[in-house]
């Protein structure tokens, strides 16, 4: 910089959202410089300190934290000072460990997600066997995995056993007696095959649970 000059670019985020490091590589013969970098029109660096590096070639990266949203950002560097070299400025991801959500409920999960600096991902449910109403079945990514901050964890909800109307994580006689209340005055929770209801409830209804109860709590009732 050779004066009190600004230049601007424009930076597409790509899939990096969430915090970032911003790091510039810079030198100067003098002390007491100063810049910033503005993302759509934010300063989202406060001013950066270029030190005396002790020569124009003697190259020092100076790095701060930057927290930014999806999307398209317009990147603007500009200088308080007269009289520092910047050779250049590249932003990088924070990585964090996707934490383990399977198991327990979809609140808490997006919780320990938030807390793990990540995003709520997409969500879709499933019927299980083994995984309580409510609770997580799977999760992507898998815990462990090392990601950059602000990414999405997409989730699998369970809604517990097909035929347990009642969701009580058993499917017996009160789910059969359910089905049998609804198959005299009309669906309200049995509707249950297909899977997204076909507005009758009947032996195909009825199948469900007789089949639910034999593969999950053979020789249990
Ligand atoms: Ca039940
Ligand atoms: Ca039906």
């Known amino acids: 910089m050779d004066g009190n000059r600004r230049m601007a670019g424009i930076y597409r985020q790509r899939q990096w959202h969430g915090k970032l490091h911003l790091e510039a590589r810079v030198s100067a013969t003098a002390a007491g410089k100063t810049f910033y970098v503005e993302f759509n029109g934010v300063n989202k660096t406060g001013n950066i300190t270029v030190p005396n590096t002790g020569g124009w070639q003697n190259w020092t990266t100076v790095s701060v934290p930057v927290s930014l949203s999806a999307g398209t950002q317009i990147m603007r560097f500009v200088s308080n000072s007269a009289d520092f070299n910047l050779n250049y400025i590249r932003l990088t991801a924070t990585m964090v460990t996707v934490p383990t959500v399977t198991g327990i409920s979809q609140a808490s999960a997006q919780s320990a997600i938030t807390a793990a600096g990540l995003t709520d991902g997409a969500i879709s449910q499933s019927f299980s066997n083994t995984v309580a109403a409510g609770n997580v079945m799977s999760q992507n990514p898998t815990a462990g995995t090392s990601v950059p901050s602000g990414s999405p964890v997409d989730l699998v909800i369970s809604l517990g056993i097909r035929g347990d109307l009642n969701v009580d994580g058993i499917v017996n006689l009160v789910d059969i007696e359910l089905m049998s209340g609804d198959w005299l005055s009309g669906p309200s929770i049995a509707d249950i095959e297909p899977a997204s209801g076909d507005g009758v409830v009947d032996f195909l ?17």
């Open 205 to 221: 209804d009825f199948a469900v649970i007789a089949a639910s109860w034999a593969r999950v709590f053979k020789g249990r009732y």
